[in-house]
Protein backbone atom coordinates (compact mmCIF):
# COMPACT_ATOMS: atom_id res chain seq x y z
CA UNK A 1 0.00 0.00 0.00
CA UNK A 2 1.23 3.30 -1.35
CA UNK A 3 1.14 6.45 0.91
CA UNK A 4 -1.50 7.92 -1.65
CA UNK A 5 -3.56 4.84 -0.92
CA UNK A 6 -3.78 6.32 2.49
CA UNK A 7 -5.35 9.12 2.44
CA UNK A 8 -8.66 9.48 3.87
CA UNK A 9 -9.88 10.35 -0.04
CA UNK A 10 -8.69 6.81 -0.60
CA UNK A 11 -10.28 4.95 2.33
CA UNK A 12 -13.24 6.58 3.01
CA UNK A 13 -16.78 7.70 1.80
CA UNK A 14 -17.04 10.81 3.85
CA UNK A 15 -20.66 11.31 2.78
CA UNK A 16 -21.71 8.24 4.99
CA UNK A 17 -20.16 10.20 8.77
CA UNK A 18 -21.48 13.25 10.34
CA UNK A 19 -17.75 13.87 10.72
CA UNK A 20 -16.88 14.01 6.75
CA UNK A 21 -16.73 17.62 6.18
CA UNK A 22 -14.46 18.23 9.73
CA UNK A 23 -12.23 14.59 8.06
CA UNK A 24 -11.82 16.30 4.67
CA UNK A 25 -9.44 18.77 6.07
CA UNK A 26 -6.93 15.92 6.98
CA UNK A 27 -4.49 14.07 4.07
CA UNK A 28 -4.09 11.19 6.27
CA UNK A 29 -7.02 9.73 9.01
CA UNK A 30 -4.68 9.49 12.14
CA UNK A 31 -4.08 12.68 11.95
CA UNK A 32 -7.66 13.60 12.94
CA UNK A 33 -7.61 11.47 16.10
CA UNK A 34 -6.27 14.24 18.81
CA UNK A 35 -9.40 16.23 17.59
CA UNK A 36 -11.91 13.75 17.87
CA UNK A 37 -13.58 14.78 21.60
CA UNK A 38 -13.11 19.09 20.22
CA UNK A 39 -15.09 17.55 17.14
CA UNK A 40 -17.73 15.84 18.76
CA UNK A 41 -18.65 18.79 21.57
CA UNK A 42 -18.80 21.06 18.52
CA UNK A 43 -21.16 19.60 16.43
CA UNK A 44 -23.37 18.11 19.54
CA UNK A 45 -23.71 21.13 20.47
CA UNK A 46 -25.50 22.24 17.09
CA UNK A 47 -27.25 18.93 16.83
CA UNK A 48 -31.51 19.83 16.80
CA UNK A 49 -33.19 19.39 19.89
CA UNK A 50 -36.43 17.57 18.29
CA UNK A 51 -33.82 14.77 17.13
CA UNK A 52 -31.50 13.95 19.50
CA UNK A 53 -32.04 13.95 23.28
CA UNK A 54 -28.77 15.21 25.50
CA UNK A 55 -29.00 13.04 28.12
CA UNK A 56 -25.97 13.76 29.97
CA UNK A 57 -22.90 16.08 29.82
CA UNK A 58 -21.64 16.12 26.28
CA UNK A 59 -23.56 13.10 25.38
CA UNK A 60 -26.03 13.26 22.69
CA UNK A 61 -28.25 10.46 21.31
CA UNK A 62 -30.76 10.16 18.21
CA UNK A 63 -34.54 9.72 19.39
CA UNK A 64 -34.49 6.82 16.95
CA UNK A 65 -31.37 5.39 18.29
CA UNK A 66 -31.78 2.12 20.51
CA UNK A 67 -29.89 2.09 23.95
CA UNK A 68 -29.96 -0.69 26.24
CA UNK A 69 -29.89 -0.13 29.87
CA UNK A 70 -26.81 -1.80 31.21
CA UNK A 71 -24.98 0.30 28.59
CA UNK A 72 -22.69 3.17 29.91
CA UNK A 73 -22.26 6.20 27.87
CA UNK A 74 -19.13 8.52 28.19
CA UNK A 75 -19.21 11.79 26.51
CA UNK A 76 -18.21 12.91 24.77
CA UNK A 77 -20.37 11.07 22.21
CA UNK A 78 -22.93 11.38 19.38
CA UNK A 79 -24.89 8.32 19.01
CA UNK A 80 -26.51 8.85 15.69
CA UNK A 81 -29.99 8.03 14.34
CA UNK A 82 -31.47 4.21 14.15
CA UNK A 83 -27.98 3.33 16.02
CA UNK A 84 -28.12 0.57 18.34
CA UNK A 85 -26.04 0.28 21.48
CA UNK A 86 -26.44 -3.30 23.45
CA UNK A 87 -26.15 -4.74 27.06
CA UNK A 88 -22.83 -3.88 28.32
CA UNK A 89 -21.46 -1.86 25.77
CA UNK A 90 -18.78 0.88 27.41
CA UNK A 91 -18.03 4.04 25.56
CA UNK A 92 -15.13 5.55 27.24
CA UNK A 93 -15.86 8.72 25.27
CA UNK A 94 -14.42 10.75 22.74
CA UNK A 95 -16.85 8.47 20.31
CA UNK A 96 -19.19 8.83 17.04
CA UNK A 97 -21.17 5.97 16.29
CA UNK A 98 -22.73 7.01 12.80
CA UNK A 99 -26.24 6.38 11.24
CA UNK A 100 -27.12 2.54 11.79
CA UNK A 101 -24.10 1.23 13.25
CA UNK A 102 -23.88 -1.57 16.20
CA UNK A 103 -21.91 -1.58 19.26
CA UNK A 104 -22.34 -4.76 21.02
CA UNK A 105 -22.11 -6.61 23.82
CA UNK A 106 -19.25 -5.90 26.45
CA UNK A 107 -17.94 -3.98 23.25
CA UNK A 108 -15.26 -0.93 24.24
CA UNK A 109 -15.37 2.10 22.47
CA UNK A 110 -12.49 5.51 22.86
CA UNK A 111 -11.44 8.25 21.08
CA UNK A 112 -13.01 6.45 17.58
CA UNK A 113 -14.93 7.34 14.85
CA UNK A 114 -17.84 5.24 13.22
CA UNK A 115 -19.00 5.52 9.82
CA UNK A 116 -22.74 4.97 9.32
CA UNK A 117 -23.44 0.99 9.10
CA UNK A 118 -20.21 -0.34 11.16
CA UNK A 119 -20.81 -3.25 13.43
CA UNK A 120 -18.59 -3.86 15.94
CA UNK A 121 -20.92 -6.31 17.66
CA UNK A 122 -19.38 -8.36 20.46
CA UNK A 123 -16.90 -8.02 22.74
CA UNK A 124 -14.55 -5.46 20.28
CA UNK A 125 -12.15 -3.15 21.38
CA UNK A 126 -11.92 -0.02 19.53
CA UNK A 127 -9.39 2.43 20.56
CA UNK A 128 -7.89 5.58 18.43
CA UNK A 129 -9.03 4.32 15.42
CA UNK A 130 -11.69 5.58 12.62
CA UNK A 131 -13.72 2.49 10.91
CA UNK A 132 -15.05 3.34 7.42
CA UNK A 133 -18.69 2.95 6.19
CA UNK A 134 -20.43 -0.68 6.60
CA UNK A 135 -17.00 -2.01 8.13
CA UNK A 136 -17.39 -5.02 10.08
CA UNK A 137 -15.43 -6.69 13.05
CA UNK A 138 -16.44 -10.14 13.65
CA UNK A 139 -16.41 -10.93 17.44
CA UNK A 140 -13.32 -10.42 19.68
CA UNK A 141 -11.37 -8.93 17.02
CA UNK A 142 -9.57 -5.52 18.65
CA UNK A 143 -7.37 -2.67 17.82
CA UNK A 144 -4.59 -2.64 19.45
CA UNK A 145 -3.54 0.92 19.96
CA UNK A 146 -0.07 0.86 21.81
CA UNK A 147 3.17 -0.57 21.18
CA UNK A 148 4.31 -2.44 23.95
CA UNK A 149 7.68 -0.69 23.73
CA UNK A 150 5.49 2.64 23.77
CA UNK A 151 7.15 4.02 21.20
CA UNK A 152 5.52 6.48 18.90
CA UNK A 153 3.46 4.76 16.12
CA UNK A 154 4.99 4.43 12.47
CA UNK A 155 2.72 3.74 9.30
CA UNK A 156 4.67 1.25 6.76
CA UNK A 157 4.02 2.03 3.42
CA UNK A 158 5.51 0.45 0.51
CA UNK A 159 7.18 3.90 -0.49
CA UNK A 160 8.42 4.44 3.11
CA UNK A 161 7.13 4.76 6.58
CA UNK A 162 5.13 7.55 7.90
CA UNK A 163 6.45 9.33 10.94
CA UNK A 164 2.39 10.01 13.42
CA UNK A 165 4.43 11.55 16.57
CA UNK A 166 1.28 9.75 17.91
CA UNK A 167 1.63 6.95 20.66
CA UNK A 168 -1.91 5.76 20.39
CA UNK A 169 -2.89 4.92 17.18
CA UNK A 170 -5.10 1.75 16.42
CA UNK A 171 -6.52 1.30 13.29
CA UNK A 172 -7.60 2.89 10.08
CA UNK A 173 -10.15 0.57 8.29
CA UNK A 174 -11.74 1.44 4.88
CA UNK A 175 -14.72 1.41 3.54
CA UNK A 176 -16.63 -1.97 4.06
CA UNK A 177 -14.10 -3.97 5.46
CA UNK A 178 -14.62 -7.27 6.88
CA UNK A 179 -12.35 -8.01 10.04
CA UNK A 180 -12.36 -12.10 10.71
CA UNK A 181 -13.53 -12.93 14.52
CA UNK A 182 -10.34 -13.17 17.61
CA UNK A 183 -8.32 -11.09 14.86
CA UNK A 184 -5.57 -8.16 16.24
CA UNK A 185 -4.63 -5.19 14.54
CA UNK A 186 -1.32 -3.85 15.40
CA UNK A 187 -0.76 -0.29 16.42
CA UNK A 188 -0.39 1.77 13.07
CA UNK A 189 -2.74 -0.59 11.17
CA UNK A 190 -4.15 0.58 7.66
CA UNK A 191 -6.90 -1.39 5.71
CA UNK A 192 -7.98 -0.27 2.60
CA UNK A 193 -11.60 -0.53 1.05
CA UNK A 194 -13.43 -3.88 0.47
CA UNK A 195 -10.89 -6.02 2.13
CA UNK A 196 -11.53 -8.92 3.66
CA UNK A 197 -8.87 -10.35 6.68
CA UNK A 198 -8.68 -14.15 8.34
CA UNK A 199 -10.24 -14.64 11.68
CA UNK A 200 -7.47 -14.97 13.86
CA UNK A 201 -5.02 -12.86 12.46
CA UNK A 202 -2.33 -10.91 13.86
CA UNK A 203 -1.75 -7.33 11.34
CA UNK A 204 0.57 -5.41 10.99
CA UNK A 205 1.04 -2.69 8.21
CA UNK A 206 -0.80 -1.85 5.77
CA UNK A 207 -3.02 -3.97 3.44
CA UNK A 208 -4.30 -3.03 0.06
CA UNK A 209 -8.12 -2.32 -0.95
CA UNK A 210 -9.65 -5.33 -2.23
CA UNK A 211 -7.86 -7.57 -0.65
CA UNK A 212 -8.00 -11.04 1.21
CA UNK A 213 -5.96 -10.71 4.26
CA UNK A 214 -4.42 -14.68 5.36
CA UNK A 215 -1.48 -13.81 7.25
CA UNK A 216 1.85 -11.72 7.27
CA UNK A 217 3.16 -12.21 4.07
CA UNK A 218 0.08 -13.80 2.13
CA UNK A 219 -2.05 -11.90 1.07
CA UNK A 220 -4.57 -12.19 -2.51
CA UNK A 221 -6.12 -9.84 -4.33
CA UNK A 222 -9.63 -10.20 -5.02
CA UNK A 223 -11.14 -10.91 -8.53
CA UNK A 224 -14.04 -8.61 -9.93
Not at 81 to 109: D, K
Not at 146 to 157: G, M, P, R, Y
Request: glycine letters at 10%.
Amino acid sequence: MRKENLKISELYDLSHSMAGQWLSQFTYPWEALSGISAMIRELGEKLPADEFDRVADDVWVHKTAKVAPTAHLGGPLIVCAEAEIRHCAFIRGSALVGEGAVVGNSTELKNVILFDKVQVPHYNYVGDSILGFKAHMGAGSITSNVKSDKLLVKVHAQDGDIETGIKKFGAMIGDMVEIGCGSVLNPGTVIGRESNVYPLSSVRGCVDGKSIYKRQGEIAQKHE
